[in-house]
């Protein structure tokens, strides 16, 4: 079996690798948008910081995608804590200005800035916690399901889901791909078709998330499971992730052209259009 996965999906990084030599990295990355905090050698906390949602448009997945790919030249990294630092919001999705009057250039450029973000994380060896401090919704849900582990925020009012079937949206085969591996089909299918949001006590019974804390307790919490996990043997577990994510992976790394297309030509549609002007006004009338 080949332990070559990330190299084997992303030429271009390990063209990157091997032409420019590791350089040791300053303890900790800030940007207006995010941060990176270096906890020890092994493992780093990544804090999306776009407040008022984390949503996601061109630049800032541009910068999303950047931040991921240092990740992965570092070899001595095993793991990154991903997080918002926005209160009561870990990531509200694609930015829905991106999507309503869009010139068709830019959404594409959006959509395949979507897809290499997935793929470096979906795909990446490293150990990825979701550290779910608020809401994770579209996009940030596929995201979270990404990861490999997820841990939420005992509250209520936080929820979790991807609702794109309200607005007349097919989700892609890859949200629902992803999906599929973490809750099983049946459960995806009336999560997706009844456009579900779930509360954190619900996403854990269905296995959407993997355990529940308070707020004070999250990153504590998260450490610590990183700290074991860092402990397992490298290349076995990067072997196993292999194994277990190529099929989903390679799904979208061999299709992404239809996948493109598919995502223009139902955005562009005049429909949905209508419906995002009333989706996005709605959600300013709160
Ligand atoms: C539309 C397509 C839906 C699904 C997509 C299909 C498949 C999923 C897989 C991949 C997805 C790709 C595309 C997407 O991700 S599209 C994004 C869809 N996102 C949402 O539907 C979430 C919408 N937001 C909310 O539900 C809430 O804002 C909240 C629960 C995240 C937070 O609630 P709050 O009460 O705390 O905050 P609000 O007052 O609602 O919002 C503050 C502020 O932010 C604006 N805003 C919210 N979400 C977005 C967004 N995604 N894009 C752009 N702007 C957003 C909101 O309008 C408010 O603006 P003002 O301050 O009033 O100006």
């Given amino acids: 079996m080949s332990i070559n996965f990330y190299s084997k999906f992303f030429p271009l990084i390990k063209k990157g690798v091997a032409s420019v030599p590791f350089q040791l990295r300053p303890l900790s990355t800030r940007t207006d948008l995010f941060n990176v905090e270096n906890k020890s050698e092994e493992y780093a906390i990544f804090r999306l910081n776009k407040p008022p949602v984390n949503s996601l448009n061109l630049e800032y997945l541009n910068l999303l995608n950047n931040q991921l790919d240092e990740f992965e030249r570092n070899p001595k990294l095993k793991g ?73 925020v005992d509250n209520d009012k936080t929820k979790i889901g991807i609702t794109a079937v309200l607005l007349g949206i097919n989700a892609p085969s890859w949200v629902k791909n992803t999906m599929i591996n973490t809750i099983g089909f049946r459960e995806t299918e009336k999560s997706l078709k009844f ?80 419906n995002l002007g009333k989706y996005l006004a709605s959600l300013k009338k709160k």
């Fill in 80 to 152: 990154i804590i991903l997080t918002s630092d926005v209160k009561s919001t870990f990531s509200a999705g694609v930015d829905i200005l991106e999507m309503y009057k869009c010139e068709p250039k830019r959404l594409e450029a959006v959509w395949r800035a979507v897809q290499d973000f997935w793929i470096k994380l979906y795909g990446s060896k490293k150990i990825y916690i979701a550290a779910l401090n608020g809401h994770v919704l579209a996009l940030g849900c596929a995201i979270a399901m990404s990861c490999d582990y997820r841990i939420m």
């Fill in 195 to 274: 456009a579900k949001i779930y509360n954190p006590h619900q996403a854990l019974k269905l296995g959407l998330i993997d355990e529940i804390v308070s707020s004070d307790k999250l990153l504590s919490r998260s450490e610590e499971v990183m700290k074991t996990w860092c402990k397992i043997p490298t290349l076995a577990r990067e072997m196993t992730k292999e194994s277990m994510r190529s099929e989903t992976l390679g799904k979208l790394v061999n299709n992404r052209e239809v996948d493109v297309q598919e995502f223009i030509t139902s955005t562009m549609d005049p429909h949905l259009q209508d």
